[in-house]
Antibody, heavy 114, light 107 residues
């Protein structure tokens, strides 16, 4: 079955770090555009980052310099390393495949609060 | 950054009626444009890409049009399962950006 499963969310204090994972099955993460998209509680969608099949990366201005997208081909998993977390980073984080985003995971909730 | 502006914010429609949603880009995105549907508690799902191509399994009552800066999503006859929030997105320029969403609610 072709699917994406996110994990790694939780409660973290402001200034802390967290790494999200997105395990892919049924396809290879390295052969697709793979993105992270977030949604703050009760708000709309915000694109966060993408990694191309060739390895190039892009980020939203709001996370540039704090978040890093990467992938592990051996684990067939996408990651989002989040540093210097702020209250405004509180959201459900979705991973998604392709350009545009055809396949989505179910999301993982990140709450940044003291 | 390209700003995507959706209108209206909320659309009240009776089942069986036609719904027309709009999205405007602050600069041209060619046809690198998509519509997504999101229901409460669920991940978004892709409806339309390339401005007018329905994704696999999407019913023919959904149609997309436009290019450049102005785009439209039309739902020809609303079914109960179509009441949801709809987002537009451009994937022509970095960063990719979404509109703020249009909620289609039952009138």
């Amino acid at each position: 079955e072709v699917q994406l499963v996110e994990s790694g969310g939780g409660l973290i204090q402001p200034g802390g770090s967290l790494r999200l994972s997105c395990a892919a099955s049924g396809f290879t993460v390295s052969s697709n555009y793979m993105s992270w998209v977030r949604q703050a509680p009760g708000k709309g969608l915000e694109w966060v980052s993408v990694i191309h099949s060739g390895g190039s990366t892009h980020y939203a201005d709001s996370v540039m310099g704090r978040f890093t997208i990467s992938r592990d081909i051996s684990q067939n998993t996408l990651y989002l390393q989040m540093n210097s977390l702020r209250a405004e980073d509180t959201a459900v984080y979705f991973c998604a495949r392709e350009r545009p985003m055809l396949l989505w995971g179910q999301g993982t909730l990140v709450t940044v609060s003291s | 950054e390209i700003v995507m502006t959706q209108s209206p914010a909320t659309l009240s429609v009776s089942p069986g009626e036609r719904a027309t949603l709009s999205c405007r880009a602050s600069q041209s995105v060619s046809s690198n444009f998509a519509w997504y549907q999101q229901k409460p508690g669920q991940a978004p799902s892709l409806l339309i890409y390339g401005a007018s191509t329905r994704a696999t399994g999407i019913p023919a009552r959904f149609s997309g049009s436009g290019s450049g800066t102005d785009f439209t999503l039309t739902i020809s006859s609303l079914q109960s399962e179509d009441f949801a929030v709809y987002y537009c997105q451009q994937y022509n320029n970095w960063p990719w950006t979404f509109g703020q969403g249009t909620k289609v609610e039952i009138k």
